[in-house]
């Protein structure tokens, strides 16, 4: 085989190789078995652990209040909420901290998601894939969601109660 065809075969398989670890990963995002197996809390706690580690953010997970029981499909979104503000920390905050904190005294949940990153102005967030997605659970979820500029930093907060979400 000659050199140049060895180092494009090299090439192309660190890309196939490349491409099945990603499509994995989506894999995995989609359907978390982990709500399944160990619920909304250790889902989360993990899911900041495995951030901090790869991506150098220091992530600070907090739960107060009573047991989460609640539908797995409702667990799921409130999941890919925090999953999406977790990854726009990661992508666009400059964060060197981030703090995720769920409080659920039955029915009100509240999920608090903040970082001491750049910030933002409301009006200038845009209106990408992962706000529009956020948008739609919180709508299915019947919830409320406020997006707070603080002195350094971002700050959002989902308030569900879960009275108001509609039967699954």
Excluded at 64 to 84: A, S
Excluded at 119 to 141: A, H, M, T, V
Aim: proline share 2%.
């Amino acid at each position: 085989m000659k050199p140049k065809n060895s180092a494009i075969i090299k090439e192309i398989t660190e890309i196939i190789d490349n491409s099945c670890l990603q499509i994995r990963e989506l894999s995995h995002n989609l359907s978390p078995s982990s709500i399944t197996q160990f619920g909304l809390v250790k889902t989360i706690e993990n899911l900041c652990l495995k951030s901090q580690k790869l991506y150098g953010i220091r992530f600070k997970f907090l739960f107060t209040g009573e047991k989460i029981e609640i539908n797995k499909v409702v667990e799921t979104h409130m999941y890919r909420i925090i999953q999406e503000l977790i990854n726009n920390i990661i992508r666009h905050s400059g964060a060197k901290e981030a703090y995720i904190e769920i409080n659920y005294h039955h029915p009100e949940l509240k999920i608090s998601v903040r970082d001491n990153g750049i910030g933002f102005r409301p009006q200038e967030i845009s209106k990408g894939i992962g706000l529009n997605n956020i948008d739609s659970r919180i709508r299915f979820l019947n919830a409320n969601f406020a997006k707070i500029r603080i002195e350094k930093g971002s700050w959002f907060i989902v308030d569900i109660s879960l009275d108001k979400i509609v039967d699954l």
